[in-house]
Structure formats: structure tokens, C-alpha cells
């Protein structure tokens, strides 16, 4: 069975960091694309960031490049996101979501959602 | 970036009517194109990838139909538990995008 568990969000003050995690397991890690998405209270859904299976290549939305980065340890099947400079509009509920497979980016396994709030 | 505009934002239907609900594309997504349901406080579930295929354990009342930049998610006939937000995501290119999602609200 498939489990991703985020972990680290809490509240932080504009232009403050935090770094999320998601443990996964389940599944071969290291070969599935992996991703955040971001929900605000009440709003729709918005991806933030994608890394690719076995490359490790990066995406991100323009609303998080040069603020956000997206990794992962194969040793520890975590994914990471490390959040800096962060504003009120990044507040949200970050998911944590694996591709349906390695290199197709549709979501099919889903974390429970770690609360960001950037707040002073 | 491929701009996902649904309609209508809520559809009020009664159980076991139909649900058609749309997502347009600004430009071709061929059929790269997934549809999710979210109900309150819970993850979104993914219900149809690939514009037409029926994600695992997903009911056959739920069909996606459509390619290049209209595609429709029909609910055959509403079941208590389908009252919810649908959501509409591309993978053409990045950025992904999802839509801005349609609610399904009972009447």
C-alpha cells in the first residue's frame, strides 16, 4: 500500500523558510516523478513542483521559481521542499503526490497535507 | 502556460440525474487531460486520466470523453457520495495546471 506522510509545516512570518518532508513508502521511490500541490483555504487546486524519477530533473510554477526547491533522498524515500521567502499567498495546505506511473504526470496517490501559514 | 477554464462553477442536481461537467483548454492538450474529485477535508481522488480511462476502483457511471481542448466528465446518474468538487489537470507541458473546478452540489 501506498503511504506518503508530510511532515513541518506550521506558521512562519513573511519572508521566513520552512522545509517540508514526505516520507513515502509503498512503492519504488526513486523511479516515479514526484510532486507538491499547494491548496489555499477555500480555493482550487495549484502544483507547485515536480521532480523527475531516476534524473531528478525539476519544475516548477512561476509562482514558487527561485523561492521553492524540490528534492528527494533515495536512501531515506523522503521528498523534500524547501520553502524561502515566503509570502501570505503561499499559505496553504502543501500535498504531497505520486504519479500514477514514473513518467506520466497524473496524480493517483495522494498525502494527507501539511499546513503552511505565512502570517505575522 | 495552458489555461484550464471549467464550467459550470456549480452544478445543483438531485440524485441519480446526470452530471455533465466541462473543461476547456486555452490551447491543445490532445488527451492528456485527468479529471479529480475532492470532498471536504480529504485529498482529491483521481478519477479519469488520459481523457477516457477510468482510474483503478473507479465506478463505471463515471466516463471522461474529448481531445485537443474540450473534454467532459459525465456521472451517469448522481450517487449520494458524488456530491463534490471536480477538478480538471493537464500534463501536455510545464507548468501543469489544474482548473478552477466545478461543484456538485445537491439540489
Known amino acids: 500500500e501506498v503511504q506518503l506522510l508530510e511532515s513541518g509545516g506550521g506558521l512562519v512570518q513573511p519572508g521566513g523558510s520552512l522545509r517540508l518532508s514526505c516520507a513515502a513508502s509503498?512503492?519504488?521511490?526513486?523511479?516515479?516523478?514526484m510532486n507538491w500541490v499547494r491548496q489555499a483555504p477555500g480555493k482550487g487546486l495549484e502544483w507547485v513542483s515536480s521532480?523527475?524519477?531516476?534524473?531528478?530533473?525539476?519544475w516548477y510554477a512561476d509562482s514558487v521559481k527561485g523561492r521553492f526547491t524540490i528534492s528527494r533522498d533515495y536512501s531515506k524515500n523522503t521528498l523534500y521542499l524547501q520553502l524561502d521567502s515566503l509570502r501570505a499567498e503561499d499559505t496553504a495546505i502543501y500535498y504531497c503526490?505520486?504519479?500514477?506511473?514514473?513518467?506520466?504526470?497524473?496524480?493517483?496517490?495522494w498525502g494527507q497535507g501539511t499546513l503552511v501559514t505565512v502570517s505575522s | 502556460e495552458i489555461v484550464l477554464t471549467q464550467s459550470p462553477a456549480t452544478l445543483s442536481l438531485s440524485p441519480g440525474e446526470r452530471a455533465t461537467l466541462s473543461c476547456r483548454a486555452s490551447q491543445s492538450v490532445t488527451t492528456k487531460l485527468a479529471w479529480y474529485q475532492q470532498k471536504p477535508g480529504q485529498a482529491p481522488r483521481l478519477l479519469i486520466y488520459?481523457?477516457?480511462t477510468r482510474a483503478t476502483g473507479i465506478p463505471a457511471r463515471f466516463s471522461g470523453t474529448g481531445s485537443g481542448t474540450d473534454f467532459t466528465l459525465t456521472i451517469s446518474s448522481l450517487e449520494p457520495e458524488d456530491f463534490a468538487v471536480y477538478y480538471c489537470q493537464h500534463r501536455a507541458n510545464w507548468p501543469l495546471t489544474f482548473g478552477g473546478g466545478t461543484k456538485v452540489e445537491i439540489k
Open positions: 509503498g512503492f519504488t521511490f526513486g523511479t516515479y516523478t
Open positions: 503526490v505520486k504519479t500514477i506511473v514514473p513518467q506520466q504526470a497524473y496524480f493517483d496517490s
Open positions: 488520459d481523457a477516457s
Open positions: 521532480i523527475i524519477g531516476d534524473v531528478d530533473a525539476t
